[in-house]
């Protein structure tokens, strides 16, 4: 007989969190144990050429900028891997820093990038704001909130893109809202087949989001008026 123990390795089709390089690539980082898996996959035909282990367990946020993963984990004290965009090989991590000069205690939650800096969100029980971190140390360059008097106002959001054209587009549970690119809310979507948004990402002008509640990622485009 040819046989297995049992091993503790776990993987699975639910997705964490979504990346793009500037090409055809999707990033999906799906859940696992011991080990999370980041998938590089053909965004056109969704098939997956290369896999490799997350630095953890823990990961939420994921984004590609300037040839290289950011990946953001709530493992202990709350950090960012900057990973080699091939291998997963790790190059640097940091933690990131509040408006106060702090370093983020709370859960990481989305994670995205402009093209210069990473754009961060997280479990803050107070305010509902999206950081602009430096992705070299972590340091605060800047945040947008929202507004309280909003109908749709995203707290907590777990999906960050930026699109071509600077707008900024976050997410979370099947909600969905453009803003522009100093964070003026533009418009937004609701009632989606999407259930449990975890990430965004642009190639181009098409918006892929991640969907955990039924484990697909969606190709979608914004009305742009």
Known sequence: YMGSLPHGVTTSQDPLALASSSTSTLYILTDGTPFD???????????????????????????????????????????????????????????????????????????????????????????????????????NKGRFCQNQNWDTALKQTKGIAI??????VIAKDDDIVKRDSAGQYLQDWTDLD??????????????YVADSGNNKIYKASLPHG
């Open 163 to 168: 699109g071509p054209d600077g707008v900024i």
């Open 37 to 139: 898996k980041i998938l590089t996959v053909n965004a056109a035909t969704g098939v997956a050429s290369a896999q490799f282990d997350a630095p953890d367990g823990s990961g939420q946020g994921l984004t590609y900028l300037g040839g290289y993963l950011y990946y953001a984990s709530n493992a202990g004290d709350k950090r960012i891997y900057k990973l080699n965009a091939t291998t997963g090989a790790q190059e640097a991590n940091f933690q990131p820093i509040d408006q106060w000069g702090n370093n983020i205690g709370q859960n990481l939650l989305g994670l995205g990038n402009d093209g210069s800096d990473l754009w961060l969100s997280y479990a803050d029980s107070n305010d509902a704001c999206v950081f602009k971190i430096n992705e070299i140390n972590g340091d």
């Open 194 to 207: 999407a259930t449990d948004i975890q990430g965004l990402a642009f190639i181009d002008t098409v918006l």
